[in-house]
Every structure is written in structure tokens, then in C-alpha cells.
């Protein structure tokens, strides 16, 4: 798959973090990348792009990430969500893998890992 055709949707509260993997994923050539600030825009968003893959924060305001996952999953089993928190503890990790999330990440995101997570699955397309 083309990285250009690629659709990455970013959810975090905080904007600073979207920012910085927004301009690391645009330097890999990704082509349509969407950001939302909290659990329900994530959900929204999710719904109106139908994005390639999500990277979404588990702790946010409105609807925690864990939540907004499970709305995503129920909506689109095959949703590619890969969770990142700063908070990364084994229950919020278990929590993430039994409701279908597709990778975990710590923060602060390590970009190498991102670019790995991104061409496995655009190698599956």
C-alpha cells in the first residue's frame, strides 16, 4: 500500500503530542492524517474517516481511551487501534488487549516503533 493513500488518526489530549507524531508520520510520507483531543472526538472521528490505523492515548478527557477503543471495536472489529500511555500499567495493558487493541506503546512514543508498527501493516493492505 501506498503510504500516500495511508489514513492515521491520532487521539490525545495533549497537543503537543499529536503535533509531534503528526509531523513524524508526514515525514514518512503518510498522506491523510486526522487528530482528535478526547475520547468521543476519537469515536466521531473514527466514524467519519475510517482510518488505516489509530494511535490512541488512554488516558483523555470526556471518554478514557480504553472506552473509546471499545466504541471503535464494537463499530469495526477489524480496527487497527494501537494504545499509548505514560501510564502504562499491566491492568490498562490487559484491558487494551482483551477489547482488541492492536499494538501497545509507551510514551514518549518511540518513532522507530511507530515506522515499524506502520509498514507491518501497510505490508498486510
Known sequence: M???????????????ARKNLSMFLASLGIGNIYEAADGEES?????????????MDIVMPKL???????????????AK???????????????????GAYDFVQKPVD???VKKIIEHLAGQK
Open 111 to 113: 518513532k522507530e516503533q
Open 2 to 16: 501506498d503510504l500516500r493513500d495511508f489514513k492515521i488518526l491520532i487521539c490525545d489530549d495533549s497537543m503537543f
Open 81 to 99: 487501534v494501537v494504545m499509548a500511555s505514560s501510564v502504562g500499567t499491566q491492568n490498562h495493558l490487559k484491558q487494551a488487549i482483551m477489547l
Open 43 to 55: 469515536v466521531a472521528k473514527y466514524q467519519e474517516f475510517k482510518p488505516d490505523l489509530v494511535f
Open 64 to 78: 478514557t481511551g480504553i472506552d473509546a477503543l471499545r466504541q471503535i471495536i464494537e463499530s469495526d472489529p477489524a
